[in-house]
Each structure stands twice: as C-alpha cells, then as structure tokens.
C-alpha cells in the first residue's frame, strides 16, 4: 500500500501574476514526487471602519448594509475566482484550500503559528505575499520574522519571478539574494516597507526632488490614496502658511527699500558706512529672496506633482461614475421587469382567486355527497361485521386444515429422511468414506454449475454449488484455477480432509482432480450468521431458541476441542465466527472453513478459545458486539437479562450467567483447555435438556410458540453422529448416547476415543438407554407420528 502524499503548503495572496509564478514553481520542483498541495490563501483584510468602492474608500457608515453585503460578495468571488484558477493550474495532483481568516493578529505571526499548529514541513511563499494584502504585516519585516522564528523541522522556500532566492540577516537588515548571489531586496526589520513608500512620496518639508512619476502611480491602490491623501493635505496647510508669510515679506521688503533720505550735512566716510550698510541689508535680501526662489521652485514641482494625482484622481473617479451609471441603468432594466413580474403575479393571483371560488363550490357540493356517503358506509359496516364473523370462522377451520396438512408433511418428511439416511448408510462411497469423482457426475450433480445453484461466490478464489449424488444432498466448493491452489497443494489438502471426521466438523464427501473441486455435506439451514444477525429476522432465527443455542455452542466446543486434540499436532481453526458454522435441516453445529495445515502453539489455541468466548456470548446477545455481557455480569447478574437476545424467548437466568462466565473465562483466561470449556459447557446443556424435556410434554395446541417448538426434537434425542432422532439409543463409554448403528459403524472403523470428546474410551461396551427410549417414543406419540 502507497504511503500517504507528502504534502507542500504553497501561500499565494492576491497578486495573481506572482500567484501562478509560485506554484508553477512548486509544481516543477516535485514533479517526480507523490504530492498534494495546499495553497495557504490570504484575503484581505476588510476593515470595519472603511470600505473601498467603486468611489473610493468611504466610512462603512455611509454605506447601507446592503451595500456591504453587496461588496462583500463581490470580494468574496473574486477571491474563490481566483482560487479556482490556482486549482486548475495543478491539474491532476491533489489539491486542498486553507483560507487564513482572522483579523486580531499580524499575517507574519499567524504564519509562524500555522507551521506549528499543523507541523508544515515545506512551505513555498512568494516574496511579495506579504504585502499583497491588506493585513496588519510590514512586507520586509515579515518575511525577515517568518525567516527568523519558524520551527527548525520547516523548510522555507521563498520566490521572486517565478525563481527561488535565499534571504540572510545583516546588522538587523534582510538581505534576498538570487541563486547567483546577485541581491534582489534589501530591507530593514522595521518600517522598511513605508520607507520604501517614502521614497516614492516624499513627505511635506522634505528636500528631496525626486518625485514619482506618472508610470509608477498608475497601479496605486486604495492605502497608496490614502497616504497620498494625508500628504497633499499636509501639502495644503503648507501652501497657506506660506502665502501668510509671504505676505509679511512683502511688508517687510517695502519697508528695506523706502529708507528716508540721508542728511545732507553727513560726511562723506557718513555716507559711505550708511551706503555699505544699505548694500549689505540689499545682500542679505538678495540671499533670502534666492532662497524664496528655490523654495517656490520646490513648492511648484510638489503642485505640478499633486495636481498629477488629482487630475489621475478625477478621472477614475470619473470612470468609477460612468460604471455607476451603467449599473444605475442596469438596475433601472432589472426593477422595469420585475414590475412586469408582479403585473404577471398579480393577474395569476386573480386567476387563483377565480380557481379557488369554483374550488370552494365544488367542495360544498362534495361535503353533501359526503354525507350520503356516511349513510352507505354505515351500512357497509354492518354487512362488513358480519362478514368479518363469517371469516374468523372460516380461519378457524383453515388453521384445522393447516395443523393436519403439517402433521402429513412431518410424516412425509420423516419418511423422506428415513430413506436418505437408508440410502446413505447403503453408499459406503458417500458414508464415512473418500470416493473420487469424475467431472462428468460433477457437471451432472451441479446441472453444468448452474447459477441457480451457487451458494457463494468467489470470495476466497471458490465458488460453492448445492447439488444431488444418488439422490443425497451435497455442497461442491470449486477451487477457481486462476490465482488459485496448485495440484500439489489441492491433493494435500484433500488427503488430510480425508481423514477428519468428527460430528461437528463439515463432512467431506469425496473430491474430484479433474476440476479441482471437493464434494462436502449440504447443510439446509445455512450459516450461523445469517440466523443470528438478519436485518430480516424470518422463521429461521426464530427456531433458534435459548435451548437451540445452548446445544450449538456445546457442539461447537466439541468440534473446536477436536480439532485441538488432533494427533500428533493439534489444528487451530485460526477464524472462528457465526459465519464460519452451518446449520443442517435439524439446526445441529458444524464448522467449516478451518485450515487442516494450521498447526500452531499454544497462543494460537488461545485465540481460538477467545473467538469460541466472543461466539458465545454473540448467542446469548445476538449482537456482533457483546460487550455488555460483561459489565451486566460483573455489576448485577439479574441485570444480564436486559441485554439478552429476546428472539431466543424465556432465557432461565442461572444457565445464562454460567454460560456468560463460561465465555468471559475463555476471553480472559490463558491456561484453559478446549476440553474443558466442552465439559462445562456439556453440563449447561444437560440442565437445559432436562427444563426442554419437562416442557416439551406440556405443549398447548392454542400456543403458536409451543406448536413451532414442537416441531424440532430436544437435542437429547438427536444421536451425535447421525444428527437424527434416535430409534434404539445405547450409553456408550464416554457418557454420551448414540444410535445403535452408528456407534457399532464407529468402532467397527477402527476408531477407539469418543466422537464427541475425542478422548479415549475405556471400554467398547454398549449398554440400551431404556429410558431415553421411552421419552422418544412418548415424543413421537405426542407428534402423531408412528415410531417405525
């Protein structure tokens, strides 16, 4: 399985020239590598004081809340505009969108915490990303603090032009150098970015003569205005304070040049020392004026500069007022038809109003109709109650009829088994014995593999067909030949097979080379899941009674403690689940699905032993889950009831709390053996026995739940081997009666330990069980069927 998609946190703003530059480049850079991009998207901040119109920055209370909402939306799809075109630009890699959203912090601090708060292991940032919005971050100072304070384990690419380049620090300055080493940017970690404004607006009583030029200011922004605004108005207040001092100057210079006349008595060295001083008043008047000039000079560019931006100023303000006009006159068209709308709605209400007066008659004369309608109904009731009289004493005689056509079918059905277990002990190829079939008889059984007769499809590599050989039921798994077992593999497996036989453990018939497929037992009933589990809860989940479960989980513990004592190794089933048991006609356990190589130690055994608790308690739930089997067992053993399966019935509270511990020790204890847990489990089922046994003799004929009961033997007079109501049972050594015929057939086999515990027996000596012989002859005289 592929590891998961490196993935590479691109941050792009609004600028979407450099935008697209950035991610074409991260694009490139891992081309060749499993990536998935998310693009880190700033939108800018809009402020709650202003907002920017198409004229211009206005405070947000002049604008109507629609109008916000309005604008608001409009920025809103330029921005998802915008973010659908990164989208498309990455093509096919897998692309995520995480808008930073958040208004109380710098952009630069909120980086620095999303690289920690989501551990970004590369992150690709244009360098203009700073500053293409309009959150609280300096451009250069930001990109210096991100440089500076994010994790060490964050790899920062930065991009200018579509190319990466390398920030270093200065003597407190940022330093952005290409790949050649050839500087790019310079900036301080402070203010660097209103530097770099100033130099392009030189504020008021500044000397500096270079002034923007018309091509630098065309793509000014609403911030740019403002700075621009609060200059020239500063620019204003300048002018007039100058012209009131230019005034005084102008006093002041008529004042220097009317000097009264000198005296004519003055000396001659008088004259020249007032002349000298008059020339030098002259001089310093001269310099002033030469600094007047100059000033006047740098007053004038600064005019010739702000009547730049107002004239610039005026004619987008001039455009913004044609948009507005065509808007206006958009609008005009849009309330023009939706007057015509409500003409249209108001002639379609009239037309309602016509419909609903012919409406309200029409009702009027059905609500008479009506009431005749009540005296027929009326009427009808009373013919209806007397035919409802008439058919509960028709269903009477139906259900009659019904209980003696099910007393014949029982009687047939007896027969029919009587006659396939007749012919089956007479087929010793298909009777506890290994017989290879021919494709042919294959094909014959399985009508050519019918789809009709699948059972399951290929799951596992094998298909599962129900089928008939000499008239005896049988399930053939076919190994599909495509990824499938090999030939050595499939003999092996069918030899060991082979030699499993065991009441509880999925009978194998025979098997056939040719195709691959082996023959097994046909179980009527199908698997423990679906009885159990059935969103459809049908007839066949409610067979499964307290008593029916109590006897499945002892023969399955029989079969698993098999398999367990297996010589020389033991067999661990490895999966044991409700779908890993099947169900025959009479609802007796078998398991199938274990795996006859699977020989292991005694930690594999222990997984089966908890599986085996898990399955128990799912019996006793009839949950998946059965948690709350152990919380109501440790709090309050009466409490067990509450969480019991009710399609089970009545369960008897003492054999349920020791069949709850019973499955708990198998989840938690590690040195139990199988054997064990079937002997307990044996006990539990001899008390359930002995309640079925007392209430089998008490059915009532008005019960439905005891008639459905009533069909099905107690599991006491099922013989373990045949599965089948006994004729002459007889106490073997282990404890446990069988069938006459089919113990005998054992232990002519060669076999000497007990079908159901697997241990040794003592002895082969076989005594009658007379009294278990009666209770099944009284049994079968209370079904009204004949003992043969």
Not at 298 to 317: D, G, N, S, V
Not at 615 to 637: F, I, P, S
Not at 754 to 783: C, F, G, Q, V
Request: hydrophobic fraction near 35%; aromatic fraction near 8%; glycine fraction near 6%.
């Amino acid at each position: 399985m592929d590891s998961e998609a490196e993935k590479v946190y691109v941050a792009v703003g609004n600028d979407s020239q450099d935008g697209f530059l950035t991610l074409e480049w991260a694009l490139k850079k891992w081309s060749s590598h499993s990536i998935s991009i998310v693009i880190l998207h700033a939108p800018s901040n809009t402020s709650k004081d202003y907002v920017y119109t198409p004229m211009g920055k206005l405070p947000a209370s002049y604008v109507s809340d629609e109008k916000l909402e309005f604008f608001r939306k409009i920025k809103e799809g330029e921005n998802d505009k915008l973010l659908s075109e990164y989208k498309s630009l990455c093509g096919k890699v897998n692309v995520e969108i995480l808008k930073i959203e958040k208004y109380d912090e710098p952009l630069h601090k909120l980086l620095v915490e999303l690289i920690s708060g989501l551990h970004i292991t590369k992150l690709v940032m244009g360098i203009t990303f700073m500053k293409s919005s309009s959150w609280k971050s300096r451009g250069g100072s930001g990109l210096l603090y991100v440089h500076r304070y994010k994790p060490d384990f964050c790899e920062l690419f930065m991009i200018c032009g579509g190319k990466l380049v390398f920030m270093r620090e200065e003597n407190n300055e940022g330093i952005v150098e290409d790949e050649q080493g050839v500087m790019v940017v310079k900036f301080k970690e402070k203010g660097s970015f209103r530097g770099w404004l100033g130099k392009k607006l030189p504020e008021s009583g500044s000397n500096d003569k270079n002034l923007p030029s018309s091509s630098t200011s065309n793509n000014d922004s609403p911030d740019q205005w403002e700075n621009y605004e609060q200059e020239m108005e500063s620019y204003f207040h300048q002018l007039e304070s100058s012209n009131s001092d230019g005034d005084g100057s102008e006093v002041e210079n008529d004042t220097l040049w009317k000097m009264p006349d000198m005296p004519e008595n003055m000396s001659a060295a008088d004259k020249i020392e007032a002349l000298k001083v008059k020339i030098t008043k002259a001089h310093d008047m001269i310099q002033l004026k030469r600094k007047e000039a100059q000033a006047n000079i740098e007053r004038h560019t600064k005019a010739e500069w702000a009547i730049c931006l107002c004239t610039r100023r005026a004619e987008e303000l001039e455009a913004h007022i044609n948009e507005e006009i065509a808007v206006k006159a958009d609008l005009k068209k849009e309330l023009d038809t939706a007057k015509e709308e409500e003409d249209e709605v108001s002639i379609e209400v009239e037309d309602k109003k016509r419909k609903l007066k012919s409406i309200m008659e029409l009702q009027h004369e059905l609500s008479n109709k009506l009431q005749l309608s009540s005296l027929t109904k009326s009427r009808i009731e009373a013919h209806l109650e007397r035919a409802v009289s008439t058919r509960a004493k028709m269903v009477c005689e139906i259900e009659e009829l019904r209980r003696q056509r099910d007393v014949l079918q029982r009687r047939v059905d007896f027969c029919t088994e009587k006659d396939a277990i007749g012919m089956a002990t007479r087929l010793s190829d298909l009777a506890f014995s290994y017989r290879e079939f021919t494709a042919e008889e294959i094909r014959a059984a399985t009508e050519d593999f019918s789809e009709c007769l699948r059972l399951k499809s290929a799951g596992d590599w094998t298909n599962v067909y129900r089928g008939r050989i000499k008239q005896v039921a049988v399930a053939i798994k076919l190994y599909i030949s495509i990824n499938g077992l090999s030939q050595e593999a499939f003999q092996a497996k069918v030899k060991l097979l082979s030699h499993i036989r065991h009441p509880h453990l999925l009978a194998m018939f025979g098997s056939c080379s040719e195709l691959k497929c082996i023959v097994f037992e046909y179980m009527h009933n199908g698997w423990l899941r679906d009885a159990l589990f059935s969103l459809r809860r049908g007839s066949r989940s409610r067979n499964l009674n307290w008593h029916t479960r109590i006897r499945i989980a002892a023969q399955v513990s029989s079969g698993l403690g098999f398999l367990h004592s297996a010589m020389p190794r033991p067999i661990v089933h490895g999966n044991l689940s409700p779908s890993k048991i099947l169900l025959d006609h009479n609802l007796v356990a078998k398991i199938h699905g274990f795996r006859p190589g699977w020989c292991h130690n005694q930690s594999d055994m222990q997984a089966d032993m908890r599986a085996f608790g898990n399955l128990v308690l799912q019996l006793l739930t009839g949950r998946n889950w059965a948690g709350l089997v152990e919380e109501a067992v440790v709090m309050d053993q009466t409490a067990l009831i509450h969480v019991l399966d009710e399609n089970a019935g009545q369960w008897p509270l003492d054999l349920s709390v020791e069949l709850a511990g019973i499955a708990l020790r198998c989840l938690a204890d590690t040195e139990s053996s199988m054997v064990t847990v079937f002997r307990e489990i044996e006990q539990v089922r001899e008390k359930a026995d002995a309640i079925m046994a007392c209430k089998e003799f008490e059915i009532s004929s008005g019960d439905g739940a005891d008639m459905e009961n009533s069909c099905h033997a107690p599991g006491v007079f099922l013989c373990p081997i045949l599965q089948d109501v006994m004729k002459n049972p007889h106490i073997a050594a282990d404890g446990f009666s069988y069938e006459l015929e089919a113990i005998e057939e054992w232990l002519r086999t060669g076999h000497d330990t007990s079908p159901m515990t697997n241990l040794k027996l003592e002895n082969k000596y076989l005594a009658p069980n007379h009294t278990l012989r009666s209770l099944i002859h009284d049994w079968h005289n209370k079904r009204s069927i004949p003992l043969t």
